[in-house]
């Protein structure tokens, strides 16, 4: 404000600490959150849905690509839509991101407490949970080199957790533990439920966007990094459902957070020191993913108050740390209201609303920059464009459609809190530009 040059993150991350923060901002949904889906349909409805939420991320992740490399804002979504379809679109894309990156760091910071709790009884998970939300926003106002070193080593050691369990289970997989009769036992119907819960495989990847500003010639090391871990994901995405649903019924799986144990445990025994290796690594898969979307919730905040759309101080980064502390703190008191709420299954389908929403916006912004800026500079051009953008924007709304049709309550939630932020946002900007210099 008053002409002072806007607050700019520090570029140090390289393209191994961006396929970091891409895979750790969703890794943690192999691990818990993607089996409530079996209440919805079966294992082989399950793993169709999977199928058709890849194709849709793909092409996704291409157009996500080409915008987080024209456009490296901290804002992502939020700045493409501004650009393309002006601020009322950007400010409405703004909230459906927050959406999406607030509801989803408490869903797993309450897994994490869950996990910690059946490890150490006496902690209860909403108490370690908001323990764990403590520490990381800590980590992440000490700075952003630190937290992309702790990111990177959560998702290496998740990663490696996945290929043992996948390498110990897979030679006891069933088809017709898959193949299941009827294929489809609810129908459409329960397809288009399951695919808010296929998507928490791969929900947040977008986030990696929020970090273009931290990245060091992001033409470059921002594309390698989407796209490396891209493929990482799908990868690991398939060979987790498979081995897992191949191994034992929907009914034992839906029980709780912790599926990938259960089938480890009924391959090898329950205190074989391979099924504790899953518990207690496991946490690194949780904590890669909340670690990232959190981060990606404070550079959301951060971008949005930078343009004068939330509260100016949220908008400043420390003068030493050159972190955006303030952003974090307000992130992490939002997270921390959420986990009181309890309900992990709802705050799931909230982010993926949220998320879809978002997603077709800024997939639209693809579309309009193409044809309007045409003059851009563009370091990656997504490929098959326009076919790939339009077929991914019909995945998209064809899932929106069905998670509101089959959660309108929580779509009906969801509405109303991207409008309440939209409007927040455009008082706060109309109020703050009729303010005295």
């Known amino acids: 404000m008053n002409g002072a040059k806007p607050a700019e993150l520090p570029r140090v991350l390289g393209t191994f600490d961006l396929w970091g923060v891409a895979v750790g901002l969703v890794i943690s949904g192999d ?23 890849s194709v849709m991320y793909i092409t996704m992740v291409f157009g996500f690509t080409e915008l987080s490399t024209s456009i490296p804002n901290a804002g992502g979504p939020y700045a493409y839509a501004e650009a393309a379809l002006g601020p009322w679109f950007g400010v409405l894309t703004g909230a459906a991101t927050l959406v999406e990156f607030l509801f989803a760091p408490p869903a797993i910071a309450f897994a994490i ?13 909403k108490a370690g949970a908001i323990g764990v939300l403590v520490l990381f926003a800590a980590v992440h106002a000490w700075g952003i080199r630190l937290s992309a070193t702790i990111e990177l080593v959560a998702t290496l050691l998740a990663v490696l957790e996945l290929i043992v ?32 819960f296929a998507i928490w495989f791969y929900l947040g990847l977008e986030g990696l966007a929020m970090s273009a500003e931290e990245a060091k010639d992001p033409g470059k090391t921002l594309k390698r990094g989407y ?21 034992l019924p929907s009914s034992e799986l839906i029980k709780d ?42 550079r959301q905040v951060f971008a949005l108050a930078r343009a004068g759309y939330l509260p100016h101080p949220f908008g400043k980064l420390h003068p030493t740390r050159k972190t955006p502390i303030l952003a974090t703190v307000a992130a992490a ?24 929403l978002m997603y077709a916006l800024a997939l639209v912004s693809l579309v309009v920059l193409r044809k309007r800026k045409p003059e851009m500079t563009r370091p990656f051009r997504a490929p098959f464009h326009p076919w790939s953008t339009w077929l991914s924007i019909a995945l998209v709304v064809v899932m929106l459609v069905g998670s509101v049709m089959r959660n309108s309550h929580i779509a009906g939630l969801a509405a109303a809190m991207v409008l309440a932020l939209s409007s927040i946002c455009l008082g706060w900007k109309n109020i703050s530009q009729r303010a005295p210099p």
């Open 113 to 125: 407490g869950s996990y910690l709790h059946l490890r150490i009884p006496s902690i209860e998970p």
């Open 165 to 196: 369990f996948c390498g110990v289970t897979a030679p006891h997989v069933k088809m017709s533990m898959i193949l299941t009769k009827p294929l489809l036992p609810n129908g459409l119907s329960g397809l288009a439920g399951a695919f808010p």
């Open 333 to 356: 008191s939002v997270g921390a209201i959420v986990i009181q709420w309890g309900k992990t299954e709802q705050a799931i389908t909230l982010s993926v609303i949220g998320a879809l």
């Open 31 to 53: 691990y818990f959150g993607w089996n409530y889906g079996l209440n919805a349909t079966s294992a082989f409805g399950l793993l169709l849905a999977l199928a058709i939420v």
């Open 227 to 247: 796209l490396y871990g891209l493929v990482t994901l799908v990868v690991l995405a398939f060979a987790t459902l498979i081995c897992t649903v191949g191994i």
């Open 257 to 298: 957070d912790s599926p990938l144990p259960k089938a480890l445990a009924q391959v090898t025994r329950p205190d074989h020191w391979l099924t504790h290796m899953m518990v207690y690594l496991g946490l690194f898969g949780l904590i890669a993913s909340f670690h990232g979307i959190l981060l990606g919730a404070s």
